[in-house]
């Protein structure tokens, strides 16, 4: 295997502070040239947003960089090491095992991003994998980061993706692709486990100190900083596993090394949108016992934030043992505040801009009819959007059910006094039209891998753009799957 060197004239702006880190953090290493790559998308918008030039990421220079055939001046790539609980059992030693990071770059609003390839070549942590990546995978994360993002939640960017000109073998030969992933950082749950598992205190606080630079800059300040880190841990994964329940996300692989401490979702591999909706859905076909299902997603978040927690111990107090009470106080406010953002969410998706004492009842009660009635879960709430939500009553099987809540819903609406327009275009702010239905996600997928036709993934790109506009042109990208469409199970792709 060779590594390829610097390629002179392609600089990019690079800080590169976790590489100043200490050697064991990380394998300094440089991707593994690929045979023939070919630009699929560059992220135009996202470039201008790093104050990169898209014109220069779309030049030969450029898609050099971005398959792993040149390194820009000023980047340091590594893989970085990690741990991690994946599906309740630990792994001690995980890392990049098809990923590098090249830096870091501050973006024009002074964010600190990284900047990272996946699909760049095997490393010392690739556990007998080819580190590469397929194709459909790549494209996969490229539609659902992008929609995420469109959808207003905490995410990953996609910057770019690249053909190969190579074969990556999985159940089945498939093209290879790589992928520029930007991120506030890469750092994750199964990174601190990684050191607390090797007892290595010095590495632990020294990793502390970097998420609190980074992410939590008030942590610093606090009596107790590292308590004060857990803390803002907590209400970043609070927040985000919340919105993710407002917009039917499943993550789908919620193992403690997909788990990123600035509160981004991370890893698109088996994810998925629920079409209808029921609380116990699953998609991911390496998840056979539901422990990922949608409606365990919080018990999940709280799981895993008790296994950061337990590696901050021995930088709370001396003996660590004495800082389980102060941890155990700090984990008790997961279920609070990720009550909290659920209710100002599922308000807004009713429409309610006053509190009242019945109203999170009121969102699961809904849940209820939907899950009893076999409702779409994103049409029911954009139809509720429409004037008087009348459209809603026709996504559900028997509708008697609703039509009890929508009584209820009314008399609690008739409590405030909002004009009808403000309050739909409220509604309409909280409730996409267009989502990554997972049928359009497919055909995309085979589209651009069985016949190199990336026309369904441009459009399918250029819709999840503006997921909240009513895009009559796209109208057809609006219906839940027909029978024969329906997608059962979505795989890793790793």
Known sequence: MSFTEPLAGLQIDFDNSYARLADRFYVRQGPVPVAAPRLVKVNTALAVELGLDPALLASAAGVAMLSGNSVPTGAEPLAAAYAGHQFGGFSPLLGDGRALLLGEVVDRRGHRRDMQLKGSGPTPFSRRGDGRAALGPVLREYIISEAMAALGVPTTRALAAVTTGEIVQREMPQPGGVLTRIAASHIRVGTFQYFAARGDVEALKALADHVIARHYPDAAYADKPYLALLDGVIGAQARLVAQWMLIGFIHGVMNTDNCAVSGETIDYGPCAFMDTYHPEMVYSSIDMNGRYAYANQPGIALWNLTRFAETLLPLIADPADAAIPEAQARLEGFAPAYKDALLAGARKK??????????LSLYEDLLGC???GNADFTLTFRALSQGDGAGARDQFDNPAGFDVWAARWHGRLAMEEVAAAVRSNLMRGSNPAFIPRNHRVEAAL????????????????????????DQPEAAGYLAPPAEHEIVRATFCGT
């Open 350 to 359: 009713l429409g309610l801009v006053t509190e009242g004492a019945d109203d």
């Open 370 to 372: 939907m899950d009893r």
């Open 446 to 469: 085979t589209a651009a891998v069985s016949s190199g036709d990336f026309a369904p993934f441009e459009t399918l790109v250029a819709v999840l753009a503006h997921p909240y506009d």
